[in-house]
């Protein structure tokens, strides 16, 4: 890590093993999207949290989306980390041993079923949760989250075409945070992000995984008409080894922020 205070820039090693070289300059341009200009002061801030997390923002592993709020006459920016950061840094734990994510619905029958993978028929059934567990080593039992459907969904963009997708997605990223709460704890991905009231925010706001991310950042497909999301995989293998992610650090106390 090396920092060179004339220029303000800061240069590290991400956890992807990419050299990273950020400065106010690059994160405004680059990074920030929302139509807004943000302050020295908060870019300096996103360029710290992202270096102590090893975070790659070049590469889509965070950005900022900046909105001027009305009300006070100023701009706020919130930090958005992707969910490939989430599981390539499960990856790199020594003891992570794989993970199962899904979708949790009601058949025609009034049955609650657990199911893996994203697969819920529109006119048979309804969609109500999502489900993940993750597994590791250390532990005889995996770390399980369960989430509500009706908690989470934004009744937009991609929470209107694919809300298997995006509710499973919740799970899983929660399921990794209670598995490492050392590598994740105070960070979130943008399918977490409650929705600004629109009375408040001028600007385009934008929609969980739909706008447009920095380089790298990974695109769903559109699922088949008569299903939500994708179809189920296997669980995703552990590496044999890999170095251990850095301990967590202070980090804002809002829930937009990481």
């Known amino acids: 890590m090396a920092e060179d205070k004339q220029h303000g820039m800061i240069k590290y090693t991400a956890s992807d093993g990419s050299d990273v070289k950020l400065t106010p300059a690059i994160v405004n341009k680059y990074i920030v999207t929302g139509g807004q200009h943000v302050d020295d002061r908060e870019v300096f801030a996103f360029m710290a949290k992202c270096q102590a997390r090893g975070l790659n923002p070049l590469a889509g ?40 994510a899904g979708v949790v619905v009601v058949d025609r029958t009034g049955a609650l079923q657990y199911r893996e993978g994203c697969i819920v028929g529109r006119s048979t059934e309804k969609l109500v949760g999502g489900w993940a567990e993750v597994y590791d080593k250390r532990r005889s039992h995996p770390s399980r989250a369960e989430v ?111």
């Not at 100023?74 to 390539?88: C, L, N, P, W």
């Open 61 to 100: 592993d965070a950005y900022m989306t900046a909105f001027l709020n009305r009300a006070t006459g100023r701009v706020e920016a919130s930090v958005i980390v992707s969910k490939d950061y989430f599981t390539r840094t499960a990856n790199q734990q020594p003891t992570f041993d794989g993970m199962k």
């Open 148 to 258: 509500s459907l009706d908690e989470y969904d934004q009744h937009r963009s991609l929470w209107k075409t694919k809300p298997a997708t995006m509710i499973r997605k919740v799970a899983l990223v929660q399921a990794l945070r209670e598995a490492y709460p050392g590598a994740y704890g105070g960070i979130y991905d943008s399918s977490e992000m409650p929705e600004r009231p629109a009375q408040a925010v001028e600007a385009f706001v934008p929609e969980p995984d739909a706008q447009a991310a920095p380089a790298g950042a990974p695109a769903l497909d559109e699922p088949p008409a008569e299903y939500y999301g994708d179809t189920p995989s296997e669980p995703e293998a552990a590496p044999a080894e890999a170095p251990a992610q850095p301990d967590a650090v202070e980090v804002a106390d809002e829930d937009y922020d990481f």
